[in-house]
């Protein structure tokens, strides 16, 4: 018994520790449709490097 009550301390505690820190950026209003429902626009691709378009070499060049 004194552990379930031990459990919901924590859990309690987790849930109050992430909800401050969430701040006012927390929406706890489940989901959105319609005109309330904000979408963020996507970052965009990082610029492929020049490792990564250099070939790669063969694998049964090296045997």
């Given amino acids: 018994m004194w552990k379930i009550i031990i459990g919901f301390i924590v859990f309690a505690a987790l849930a109050l520790f992430v909800i401050i820190k969430g701040g006012d950026q927390l929406d706890m ?3 959105k449709h319609g005109a309330d429902a904000v979408h963020a ?3 965009p ?4 490097s020049a490792a990564a378009s250099a070939p790669a070499p063969a694998a ?3 045997r």
């Fill in 29 to 31: 209003g489940g989901e």
């Fill in 60 to 62: 049964s060049a090296a």
């Fill in 45 to 48: 691709a990082p610029a492929p």
């Fill in 41 to 43: 626009p996507e970052a």
